[in-house]
């Protein structure tokens, strides 16, 4: 998870100036965002702006196949502000690369 977190981590501290809320998809986010702040704050090269409203979700593809309660907490339809997005920009530009 170590290359999540520091992605994850150096796309929040990139160009955030005016933004407030963050939301931001994984496919084990059920799991990883219980942990992440632990994680970030044991090592000095990783930060998260205690500024920042971040919300979790889990991509439309990947969400089917966790438990009920993952879909109703974790599912984009159900994210305030996230829209009608299903999380899978990554997957559908590399689809051109097979």
Same mark, same amino acid.
């Given at each position: 998870?170590? *290359?999540? #977190?520091y992605?994850l981590? *150096?796309a929040?501290s990139? %160009?955030m100036n005016?933004?407030q809320n963050?939301? =931001?998809? =994984? #496919?084990i986010?059920? &799991?990883y965002?219980?942990n992440?702040q632990?994680?970030?704050d044991? &090592?000095?090269?990783l930060e998260?702006s $205690?500024s920042?409203?971040?919300? /979790? @979700?889990?991509r439309m593809w990947h969400v089917?196949?966790?438990?009920? +309660?993952? =879909? /109703?907490? =974790?599912? $984009?339809?159900?994210i305030? @502000?996230?829209g009608?997005v #299903? @999380? +899978?920009?990554i997957? &559908?530009?590399?689809s051109t690369? %097979?």
């Open positions: 998870q170590l *290359n999540m #977190d992605s981590c *150096n929040l990139y %160009n005016s933004i963050v939301i =931001y998809f =994984y #496919d986010n059920c &799991t965002v219980k992440l632990k994680w970030v044991k &090592t000095m090269f998260i $205690p920042l409203r971040i919300m /979790a @979700g889990i089917h196949r966790h438990k009920k +309660e993952c =879909y /109703a907490r =974790y599912s $984009p339809l159900f305030k @502000g996230s009608w #299903d @999380g +899978e920009i997957e &559908t530009l590399w690369l %097979n």
